[in-house]
């Protein structure tokens, strides 16, 4: 976060890139298998999604492939608008370096 703005997005963090614990306390690796869970549930939950998704970046799949399978835009639309508007993207790189120079 940048001024309370993201500089960054499209990025899940998990375990200590998420938060930092006292390592005396032995928390570190039990927030990550938490927040790899968490994460693993969501993936469950929209798994055709994921794999569509994986099969386009992984260019096993052309996109129009994948985006005619029946059902797959409509579902995608579903979780977006579930989701609210989307994050403004965060400063670019020359402004985040004006910003701390």
């Known amino acids: 976060m940048l001024g309370g703005q993201p500089v960054v997005t499209g990025i899940v963090s998990v375990g200590d890139a998420w938060s930092c614990t006292n390592p005396s306390l032995g928390r570190g690796m039990t927030m990550g298998l938490m927040h790899a869970a968490g994460t693993a549930g969501v993936i469950r ?39 609210g508007p989307p994050v403004p993207a965060g400063p670019c790189r020359a402004e985040v370096l004006r910003l701390l120079s």
Do not use: N, W, Y
């Open 45 to 83: 939950e929209h798994a055709g999604l994921f794999r569509g998704l994986a099969e386009i970046m992984s260019m096993r799949t052309r996109p129009e492939e994948v985006l005619s399978r029946p059902g797959f835009l409509d579902r995608a639309r579903q979780i977006a608008a579930a989701c």
